[in-house]
C-alpha cells in the first residue's frame, strides 16, 4: 500500500498544528542537525526530453559479467531460458533496462566477431588479454546477445572492433546483422538459424581509441571515423547511429580535434569518466565517502567542458554527447581475481548513481545516452551473482526508483542547498531534478549527499497546484550498508512520508545519505497550451502542394501554390509526384483532455512540426526515414497544427503521431483533425 499525502485545507490544518508543535520541540532536539534547501521550479520553463537511453548499461565480456552473471549454458542447473539466467532476466525487465552495450570496453578491440557464430562446437576460443587472459571460448557471441536483447526488452549497441580489426570485418557485421537481401553475410546469419534480420541502430566505431583500443592520436583516430563509417551502411529501414569514441575524462583536444574532422559524419561521441577509488567499496570512513563524492559530481564539470566545444562545431547539437562508460571504480574484493573488477556496492554507490542521474538530466539536451558500468559483477553493478545465488545492488535500486523520468519532460530544477563541508573542503548537500511524464505527473529525485545531518527542503512549482503526492527513499543508517547474498533485502527502496502538502508547496525533512523520488499528482496552471476558439470546425487538415527541389525546408510563404484541398490526416497526398515536391498541411488538433503531449514525426525526407505556432518538432534535412519528437502541453480543446514536408528524390515517407494522457503512440487519428470553415 503507499502512503498518498492530500492537500484539503481541513487536514492541513491538523497537519499545519502538528507540524508547529513538532518544529517547536525539534529546534530544541535537533538544533544543529538541519541544513536547510530551497527548490524551485516553473512549468513554464520545461525543457527536452529526458532520454529513457540515459537509463543505459553495459556488459563486457570481463570476468563473471557474462559467463556466469549473464549466460549459464542452456545445460546449467541454474534456471535459465535458452542458457540465460532466469533470475537475472527478470531482475533487467523488472528495471526496464533500455540499452545495452557489447561486448566492450577493451574487449571489443580484439574481439572478432565470426569468432562467435554458428554452432558452439565449431567456435574457436581465444585469449581475453585486457581481463586476466582467461579463455574466451565465445559461447556468447552475436546471436546470444541479439537474442538478450530481445528477452529484456532492450535496444543493442555494439562496439565495433577497430584496434584490431578491419574495415571489411565491422561492415559485414552490420551486413550479417542487419540485412534481409540476397548477400554473403545475411545467408551466412540464416544458415546459423536467423531468418529475419534483427535491427541495430548503435554502433560504436572502436573502443577508448586512444588507450586500449589503438594509442591513435585524434587525427589518425578522425580518419579513421571517416573510412570507418562510410562503410557503415542502412539495410532496409535499419538506420546506423554512428558512435565515435570520444575523450578521456578531461582530453578536451581529443574532442576538439574529433568534432573538428569527424563532426559531420557521427551522431554520437563517448565519454568515458570513472570515479575511480583505489580503496575498497564497503569499508572506509567519511573521508572515503567524501571524496567519492566529490569526485563524481565532477561529471557536471566535464560533461559542461565538451559540450562547450561540440556547441563550437554543432551548434544545433545533432551530435549527442554519449557518457558510455561511467560509474564507481573501487578496488577488487579481497580473494577475488584482481582483472575482473568485482565489487560490492554501498549507499556510498547509489548516492553516486542518483547524483550523476541528477547531472545527465540537466544536460538532456546533450547527453542522449549513458551506459553504467556495468550491469553484472563488474564495478558499480545493478546485480551481483554467486553460482546460483543472486543479488540487486543498492544501484539497481536507485535506477529503479528513477524509471520515470525516462521519457519523460525535463523541469529544470533551481536548487539553493546547504554545504556539505568535510575537512575544509565543500560540496552541495542536496542535489535533485525532475520531469513531468505525459500523464502530467511531476517526478521530483533528491539526493541528500550529506552523511551526518538531514536537510529541511521547500519545494515550490510555479503552476503546478499539488493534490497527492508519494514517495519512495532509499537510505540507511550506515554509509556502507549493502545487499549481501546472506542479507539481500538489507538496503532496498521504502515508502516516504515525513513531509508535507500544501497546494504551492511541498515540505520535506530529508534524512542524512538518502535518496527520496517523489510523485506529484495535481493540476498544471500554466497557460502553455490554452485551447483556441475555433468557430466553425469541420474535419479534414488544409493542405498546399507545391514543387521545387530543397535540400532543406524553404520559407513556404513564398512558394507558389500548384495544387490544394482537404485531407482526413497527415500523409502525403495521392495525387503527389515520385520527388521535388513540398506539401504543408494546417488546421487545428482537437485535445480531450488536459495534459503533456508527446509527438513524433517520421518523415523522408525533412518535416517539420508547430503547435500553436510554436515549431516543437525540426527533422529537416535529405534523409532515410528519421523519426523526430516533441511534445507540447495542450489543454483540453483545438490546437493549431501545421507540418511541412520536403520530398527531394528516393524514398518517401511521412506520418506524425501523437502519445499522451491515457493515448497510446499512434498516427493522429482523423477524428482529432480539423480545418476551420468559412
Ligand atoms: O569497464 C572496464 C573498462 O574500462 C573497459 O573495458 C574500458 O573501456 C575502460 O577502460
Not at 56 to 80: A, R, T
Not at 235 to 248: E, H, L, M, Q
Not at 615 to 633: Q, Y
Amino acid at each position: 500500500m503507499q502512503v498518498r499525502k492530500t492537500n484539503n485545507s481541513t487536514l492541513r490544518n491538523h497537519i499545519f498544528s502538528v507540524l508547529i508543535l513538532i518544529m517547536f520541540l525539534s529546534s530544541f532536539i535537533f538544533a544543529q542537525n538541519n541544513g536547510k534547501t530551497k527548490i524551485t521550479a516553473d512549468v513554464d520553463s520545461i525543457a527536452g526530453i529526458i532520454d529513457a537511453n540515459i537509463y543505459g548499461q553495459f556488459s563486457e565480456h570481463l570476468g563473471s559479467c557474462i559467463y556466469g552473471g549473464i549466460w549459464v549454458g542452456k545445460d546449467s542447473p541454474i534456471p535459465n531460458t535458452n542458457g540465460i539466467r532466469n533470475d537475472v532476466l527478470e531482475a533487467l525487465k523488472k528495471l526496464e533496462v533500455p540499452l545495452l552495450r557489447w561486448p566492450g570496453g577493451c574487449f571489443a578491440d580484439e574481439y572478432h566477431w565470426m569468432d562467435g557464430i554458428g554452432p558452439k562446437e565449431q567456435r574457436p576460443s581465444m585469449v581475453n588479454t585486457n581481463w586476466g587472459g582467461v579463455v574466451e571460448d565465445n559461447s556468447f557471441g552475436t546471436h546470444e546477445f541479439l537474442e538478450l536483447c530481445e528477452m529484456v526488452g532492450a535496444e543493442p549497441y555494439i562496439s565495433g572492433n577497430v584496434g584490431s580489426g578491419t574495415v571489411e570485418e565491422f561492415s559485414n557485421w552490420i551486413q550479417y546483422i542487419t540485412s534481409d537481401g540476397e548477400n554473403p553475410m545475411a545467408n551466412l546469419r540464416r544458415k546459423n538459424g536467423r531468418e529475419k534480420p534483427w535491427k541495430v541502430k548503435y554502433w560504436g566505431i572502436g573502443n577508448e581509441s586512444w588507450g586500449c583500443g589503438g594509442r591513435m592520436r585524434p587525427e589518425y583516430y578522425s580518419d579513421l571515423v571517416r573510412r570507418y563509417t562510410t562503410f557503415t551502411k542502412n539495410y532496409g529501414d535499419n538506420r546506423v547511429y554512428k558512435i565515435a569514441s570520444g575523450p578521456n575524462v578531461d582530453d578536451t583536444v581529443w574532442t576538439e580535434v574529433v568534432m573538428k574532422n569527424a563532426g559531420k559524419v557521427i551522431d554520437g561521441l563517448a565519454l568515458h569518466y570513472y570515479t575511480s577509488n583505489g580503496k575498497p567499496a564497503a569499508q572506509f570512513e567519511e573521508k572515503g565517502w567524501f571524496e567519492v563524492i566529490q569526485k563524481t559530481l565532477r561529471m557536471d564539470d566535464l560533461i559542461k567542458m565538451h559540450s562547450a566545444i561540440m556547441d563550437k562545431y554543432d551548434p544545433s547539437k545533432n551530435v549527442a554527447l554519449i557518457v558510455d562508460e561511467w560509474g564507481t571504480w573501487h578496488a577488487v574484493e579481497p580473494e577475488t581475481n584482481p582483472s575482473f573488477l568485482y565489487q560490492q556496492n554501498t549507499m556510498r554507490d547509489a548516492v553516486v548513481a542518483a547524483s550523476n542521474l541528477n547531472i545527465f538530466h540537466d544536460h538532456a539536451d546533450r547527453v542522449k545516452m549513458t551506459n553504467i558500468a556495468q550491469m553484472v559483477n563488474v564495478l558499480q553493478a545493478m546485480i551481483l551473482t554467486d553460482n546460483e545465488k543472486m543479488v540487486l545492488t543498492p544501484t539497481y535500486h536507485v535506477f529503479e526508483m528513477y524509471k520515470e523520468h525516462k521519457n519523460s519532460i525535463r523541469l529544470p530544477l533551481n536548487i539553493n542547498t546547504s554545504d556539505y563541508v568535510y575537512d575544509g573542503e565543500s560540496i552541495p548537500s542536496v542535489n535533485g531534478s525532475a520531469s513531468i511524464n505525459s500523464k502530467g505527473q511531476i517526478h521530483v529525485s533528491l539526493c541528500n549527499v550529506n552523511p551526518n545531518q538531514s536537510e529541511k527542503i521547500s519545494i515550490s512549482i510555479k503552476s503546478f497546484e499539488n493534490k497527492n503526492v508519494t514517495a519512495r527513499i532509499l537510505t540507511s543508517e550506515k554509509m556502507d550498508a549493502l545487499n549481501s547474498f546472506d542479507n539481500p533485502n538489507n538496503l532496498v527502496p521504502t515508502e516516504f512520508s515525513d513531509f508535507s502538502i500544501s497546494k504551492d508547496k511541498l515540505e520535506i525533512n530529508m534524512p542524512a545519505k538518502s535518496v527520496i523520488v517523489f510523485e506529484l499528482e495535481g493540476k498544471i496552471t500554466s497557460n502553455i497550451g490554452a485551447a483556441i476558439d475555433v468557430k466553425n470546425p469541420k474535419p479534414k487538415l488544409e493542405f498546399k502542394y507545391h514543387k521545387g527541389y530543397f535540400s532543406n525546408l524553404p520559407d513556404f510563404s513564398i512558394l507558389p501554390v500548384v495544387s490544394d484541398g482537404l485531407i482526413e490526416q497527415i500523409k502525403i497526398p495521392d495525387e503527389s509526384e515520385s520527388s521535388d515536391f513540398l506539401v504543408r498541411y494546417s488546421g487545428y488538433v482537437k485535445i480531450l483532455k488536459d495534459g503533456f503531449y508527446n509527438f513524433y514525426a517520421n518523415s523522408d525526407d525533412g518535416s517539420r512540426l508547430f503547435i500553436d505556432g510554436k515549431r516543437i518538432i525540426n527533422n529537416d534535412g535529405l534523409h532515410a526515414p528519421i523519426e523526430v519528437k516533441g511534445f507540447a502541453s495542450l489543454l483540453e480543446g483545438f490546437h493549431k497544427i501545421e507540418v511541412e514536408f520536403n520530398q527531394g528524390g528516393g524514398g518517401m515517407e511521412l506520418g506524425v503521431s501523437i502519445e499522451g494522457p491515457e493515448m497510446k503512440k499512434q498516427i493522429i487519428p482523423a477524428n482529432m483533425l480539423f480545418h476551420e470553415s468559412k
